[in-house]
């Protein structure tokens, strides 16, 4: 679960979020969509508590991100866009660096990083990270983010740049993910990613969240033959 009230950030003179509020529940996918510049990113940095809020409160697995930090560190898997892999690291050994951070036994995370490269279909894990293609070092990437079997996972544009068989692995990923109960908040501008994958959608545009509601809804709302169309309406108005 993910709770967010009244979300509130000021870069000097720039109001990032304008008092935002929005949830995720478990067992479904909950996307996150907006242009450049509207917040999407400052939220995400909010509830992976790289960032501080000015006002509001925002909660994962129950964990308030200003009171419980470590908790909801402990609580949530993240794959920032652009965040890498230790290149000197073979996958193996960036994998379960990350284990050991989040105390996960190792005969645990032996067996959770099997099934994972199995399901992503990796097997260059004992390869260094530094000769992976992009689309090699995000599958890797995810399955570091979730080798504490998190409740919530949050993904911002993690499809971004990949190629087809690597794009096709992470949605893979992201169904299964959902269908093993966890909270997932993807972020991204590729809005055929958003008709496939995401239940429920919200809309952010200068701070604000403009729109909600399932594809379909935003779709039938805006008049629009797809979310790319209802999405371009929305943030005109």
Do not use: W
Request: glycine content about 10%; some cysteine; aromatic content about 6%.
């Amino acid at each position: 679960m993910i709770e967010v009230e009244g979300l509130q950030k000021s870069f000097g003179q720039v109001q990032a979020l304008r008092g935002i509020s929005f949830h995720c529940e478990p067992g479904r996918v909950t996307g996150l969509l907006g242009p450049n510049g509207a917040g999407k990113t400052t939220t995400i940095r909010i509830l992976s508590t790289i960032l501080k809020p000015q006002s509001g409160s925002a909660k994962l697995n129950g964990y308030d991100v200003m009171k419980e930090p470590d908790k909801v560190r402990a609580s949530v898997g993240v794959v920032l866009e652009n965040s890498g892999l230790y290149r000197r690291l073979t996958g193996d050994e960036n994998v379960l660096y990350f284990a050991d951070l989040a105390n996960v036994p190792r005969a645990e995370a032996m067996e959770r990083m099997g099934f994972l490269y199995k399901l992503l279909e990796i097997d260059y894990g004992k390869r260094q990270a530094g000769t992976y293609s992009k689309g090699m070092a995000q599958k890797v990437n995810l399955v570091r983010s979730v080798i504490h079997d998190p409740p919530v996972l949050i993904l911002d544009e993690p499809t971004a740049g990949l190629d087809v068989p690597s794009t096709v692995a992470v949605r893979t990923f992201v169904e299964q993910q959902k269908g093993a109960g966890k909270t997932v908040l993807l972020s991204t501008h590729l809005m055929n990613e958003v008709e496939l994958l995401c239940d429920y959608v919200y809309i952010i545009n200068l701070g604000l969240i403009v729109a909600e509601g399932t594809p379909d809804d935003l779709k039938e709302r805006t008049q629009s033959s797809n979310l790319e169309e209802a999405f371009m309406k929305v943030v005109k108005e």
